[in-house]
C-alpha cells in the first residue's frame, strides 16, 4: 500500500516553559520593579475613568495601595480601588495574553497588548490574587508563571457581611500579592517616595482626579502620594513656554502641546526619578520622557515640561506610537516630525540661556588657567595612535573578539575596504543576544556616502581603508554577546564580546578612591583629575554622611572635609550597588618640587588612601590675544608658537564690528572668545598628535585635519561648558585695540 502524505493536521497548542516565562516576566520588570505597584495603579484608574464616563460620576477617585513590609523580605502589597469592578468575562478578556486590560478606554495607556500590563505585574508576584465584585458578583483568580489562569469564585453571589470583611461596600477590584525578591526598597517612607516620584506618575500625582493613599499594615501610617511628589521650584523670572505644535498625518490634523517651565535650580535628570526633561502623555498616564539633562544642551538642566499627545485617534486605530516595553516613541512617521519640532524650541531655549549664564572667577586669569587645562584634558597619559591590524577584501572588524566591561562605553572598529564603496554603502549593526546596546552610530547603521572616501580613507601597501568606529555599552556581567555588521545580500562579519565585571562594584570594605592603578593615579602639574569615591550601598547611613580628607601633597587641592547628599538627592550618584561620588583633585603650576604624595578618606570606621604622582607636561602656554592687520588672508585668525592667538582685523567679519553692523558690543566679542577657544583647541591636538601624547585616537596620520576637527567639535563645543566660561572671560576683559 502506497503512502499517501496527509493533506491536513490536527493542531495542538505549541509548549512554552516555565523557566521561559519566569524569564521573561523577569526582564521585563527587573531594572525598575516599582513599575509593578504603577501597573495595578493604573489599572485601578483605567477603572474610574470608564466609570465616570459612564455614569458621570465626579472625582477624586480613591485608590488604595497596602504594604506590609518585613527588614528582609520584598513587600506584601493590596491595591483597592471602588470603581466599577470586572464580571467574568470581562475578566476572563482582561487576563488572556494579548488582550488589552481596559478594553473600553483607549485614552488610558494599557500596555498588555505592546508587553507590560496588568497580567505581567500578577505573573512577577508570588501569591497574587485578584478579588473583584461587580453587581452583587465576585470573581477571583491568580496567575501561575507560565501565564496559565488560576480560577476561584465564579460570578459568586456576594452577601453583606463578606463585602465587610472583604472592604468593597460596592463595586471594587483588590489585586494583592508578594513582590519579587529583586523589589529593592524595604521600607514603607522610602517605597512611597520613589513611587510618587517615578516619571510614570508624573500626572496621576499631579491632578485632582485621584486620591492615592498609601498604608503602612503595621504601624496603620498613611501617606498620600501626591503630597509626596517632590515639585520644581518655578523661576518666576522666567516666562512659561506654552506652544501648540500641530502636526499633519492621514489628512488630518494631530496637536501635541507643548509647556516648559524654568526650576530655580538646576534638577536631576535620567529616568526614573528625574525632573529636567520634558514628559510626553495621554490621557493621564506619563508615557515617556525626553530627557534635557543628559542631552546636548547642559544649558537645559534647568527646565521641565510636559507634552499632551492628543492621538487618541491613532490609538484607537491600534497604530503603535509608544513603545510600552522599552519606554520610548516608536519608528512612527509622525514622531520623527514631532521630534525636529521639539528640538527646534530646546535649541532656541538653550542658545538664549547661553547668552545670560554668569560665571563668577577668582582671577583676572582665569583664561589662561582654563586654556591650560584644556590642554592636560586633551593630551591625558597619551594614547597609541590607531594602526591597521588587517586588511579586509570587503570588511571586517579590528579583532575577532574584545570585552567590555559593564557600566563602561568602549570603542569597537570596523575596517572597511573603499573596493565595495561606489555610490556609498549602508551596514547595519545588530547585535545576536541584545545583552549589550550600541550607542552610536545611533540609528545602527553605518553609511557612507558617495565621496566620503577621499577625505578619511586612510591608504596602506596600495590599498585604501575607511575606519568606522562603533561605541557600545552594556549593564550587564559574565555573558557573551555578538555584533554583526551586514550589508544585505553581499558580505558579514562578526566579533564575539565578552561581557566583564566592573571592579568599582567591589570596593575594598565598602570605600574605595576608583579609578586608579595599584593604588595611584598620575596627574599633569597644573592640571584638574576627575576620580570617584565609591562607597557600597549598605555602608551608607543617612545619619552619618560626614566624610573626612587628609591630604599630606603641598602641591595637590582637594576637598577637606564634606558630607554625601542626603538620601533624597543622591539617586543620580547611585550605580547598582554603589555610590559614586565625584572627586575633584587639581595640581598647583609651579608652587612646589614635590612630585608624589597621598591623600587619604575616612567614612565610619573605613578609610581609604590614593598616591598621586604629579608630571611635568611640558607642551603649549597661552599667553594671550593680539589684534594685528594683515593684507589678503583668508584666515581670521592664528595660533603662533610664542603662545599667542593672533586675531586679523582686516577680515571681513571682524571689521563689521567697527562698521556698527554688529547689535552690540558683547556679539563681537562673544565672537571673537570663539575664535580663541578654537585656535587653542585645534592647535593643541595637532600638537599632542606629533608627540603621540593624544588622548584623542587619530586613524588618519597623512590627513589627520578632518578628525582633529570632529574630535574638537565633539568633546568641547558640544558639551563642554568650560569653552562658554572663556568667551563670559573674554566678556570681561578684551577690548579691540
Not at 485632582?208 to 499594615?217: G, H, K, L, P, R
Request: aromatic share 10%.
Amino acid at each position: 500500500m502506497t503512502l499517501d502524505l496527509s493533506k491536513s493536521f490536527n493542531r495542538k497548542p505549541g509548549i512554552i516553559t516555565e523557566k521561559w516565562w519566569e524569564r521573561t516576566v523577569k526582564e521585563a520588570f527587573k531594572n525598575d520593579p516599582i513599575r509593578i505597584i504603577i501597573e495595578l495603579i493604573k489599572n485601578s484608574a483605567d477603572s474610574y475613568t470608564q466609570l465616570e464616563k459612564k455614569e458621570n460620576i465626579k472625582p477624586p477617585f480613591k485608590i488604595l495601595v497596602e504594604f506590609s513590609c518585613w527588614p528582609r523580605k520584598a513587600p506584601f502589597i493590596k491595591v483597592k480601588d471602588f470603581a466599577q469592578g470586572m464580571d467574568s468575562e470581562k475578566l476572563e478578556k482582561a487576563l488572556a495574553y494579548g488582550a488589552e486590560t481596559s478594553l473600553e478606554d483607549k485614552e488610558g495607556v494599557t500596555s498588555a497588548e505592546k508587553g507590560i500590563g496588568l497580567k505581567d505585574a500578577m505573573m512577577a508576584m508570588e501569591e497574587n490574587r485578584l478579588v473583584t465584585i461587580k453587581e452583587d458578583k465576585l470573581n477571583e483568580r491568580t496567575k501561575y508563571s507560565n501565564f496559565d489562569t488560576g480560577e476561584g469564585h465564579i460570578n459568586y453571589i456576594i452577601k453583606k457581611e463578606d463585602r465587610i470583611k472583604i472592604g468593597i461596600p460596592e463595586n471594587g477590584t483588590i489585586v494583592q500579592g508578594r513582590l519579587p525578591e529583586y523589589f529593592p526598597d524595604k521600607k514603607f517612607n522610602t517605597i512611597c517616595k520613589h513611587l510618587a516620584n517615578h516619571y510614570m506618575m508624573y500626572k496621576l500625582v499631579q491632578i485632582d482626579n485621584f486620591d492615592i493613599v498609601c498604608v503602612d499594615t503595621s504601624t496603620k501610617e498613611e501617606l498620600t502620594l501626591s503630597k509626596l511628589y517632590d515639585h520644581p521650584k518655578i523661576d518666576k523670572k522666567f516666562e512659561v513656554i506654552k506652544k501648540d505644535i500641530v502636526l499633519p498625518y492621514q489628512n488630518r490634523d494631530y496637536h501635541f502641546l507643548i509647556e516648559i517651565k524654568k526650576s530655580n535650580k538646576p534638577l536631576e535628570f535620567g529616568k526614573p526619578y528625574g525632573k529636567a526633561g520634558l514628559y510626553f502623555y495621554y490621557g493621564n498616564y506619563t508615557v515617556l520622557d525626553f530627557s534635557f539633562g543628559n542631552s546636548r544642551y547642559p544649558e537645559m538642566r534647568s527646565f521641565f515640561g510636559e507634552i499632551r499627545m492628543v492621538i487618541e485617534p491613532l490609538v484607537r486605530k491600534g497604530e503603535l506610537f509608544v513603545d510600552e516595553k522599552r519606554k520610548g516613541l516608536s519608528d512612527h512617521s509622525l514622531n520623527e516630525e514631532l521630534l525636529k519640532e521639539i528640538d527646534k524650541i530646546v535649541a532656541k531655549i538653550a542658545d538664549e540661556q547661553r547668552e545670560v549664564t554668569s560665571y563668577v572667577f577668582k582671577k583676572e586669569s582665569w583664561m589662561q588657567e582654563e586654556m591650560q587645562k584644556i590642554y592636560q584634558d586633551i593630551i591625558g597619559k597619551g594614547k597609541k595612535s590607531f594602526q591597521l591590524p588587517i586588511k579586509p577584501k570587503k570588511f571586517e572588524f579590528a579583532t575577532p573578539h574584545t570585552d567590555v566591561m559593564e557600566f563602561e562605553p568602549k570603542n569597537i572598529f570596523l575596517i572597511i575596504n573603499c573596493s565595495i564603496i561606489s555610490s556609498g554603502i549602508e551596514i547595519s549593526l545588530l547585535t545576536k543576544n541584545q545583552n549589550l546596546d550600541i550607542i552610536s552610530p545611533s540609528n545602527k547603521k553605518i553609511i557612507i556616502k558617495e565621496g566620503e572616501t577621499d577625505e578619511s580613507a586612510i591608504e596602506k601597501d596600495g590599498e585604501k581603508f575607511i575606519v568606522r568606529i562603533i561605541k557600545v555599552y552594556s549593564e550587564k556581567k559574565d555573558s557573551e554577546d555578538e555584533i554583526i555588521a551586514r550589508l544585505d545580500g553581499y558580505h558579514s562579519s562578526k566579533i564575539g564580546i565578552s561581557l566583564i565585571s566592573n571592579p568599582i562594584f567591589n570596593p575594598r570594605e565598602g570605600f574605595e578612591f576608583a579609578p586608579k592603578e595599584n593604588g595611584e593615579v598620575t596627574i599633569n602639574e597644573g592640571a584638574t583629575k576627575k576620580i570617584d569615591l565609591v562607597i557600597s550601598q549598605s555602608l551608607y547611613d543617612e545619619k552619618d554622611r560626614k566624610i573626612r580628607v587628609d591630604n599630606s601633597h603641598e602641591g595637590i587641592k582637594c576637598a577637606g572635609n564634606f558630607e554625601i547628599p542626603t538620601t533624597r538627592n543622591l539617586e543620580i550618584y547611585k550605580l547598582k550597588n554603589v555610590i559614586r561620588y565625584p572627586f575633584e583633585i587639581l595640581s598647583k603650576p609651579g608652587e612646589t618640587e614635590e612630585r608624589s604624595g597621598k591623600i587619604k578618606a575616612f567614612y565610619k570606621n573605613k578609610e581609604t588612601e590614593l598616591k598621586i604622582n604629579v608630571i611635568s607636561p611640558g607642551g603649549i602656554n597661552f599667553k594671550g590675544v593680539k589684534f594685528v592687520k594683515s593684507e589678503g588672508t583668508q584666515e581670521i585668525s592664528d595660533y603662533k608658537d610664542d603662545g599667542y592667538v593672533y586675531i586679523y582685523q582686516n577680515h571681513p567679519l571682524v571689521k563689521k564690528y567697527k562698521k556698527g553692523d554688529w547689535q552690540n558690543k558683547n556679539d563681537c566679542l562673544t565672537f571673537l572668545a570663539d575664535i580663541i577657544s578654537r585656535e587653542f583647541i585645534e592647535k593643541t591636538i595637532r600638537e599632542s598628535i606629533k608627540s603621540g601624547r593624544s588622548k584623542f585616537q587619530i586613524i588618519n596620520q597623512d590627513n589627520p585635519e578632518l578628525e582633529i576637527r570632529q574630535h574638537f567639535v565633539k568633546e568641547y563645543y558640544e558639551k563642554s561648558e568650560r569653552i562658554h566660561g572663556i568667551q563670559i572671560t573674554y566678556l570681561k576683559t578684551a577690548e579691540l585695540r
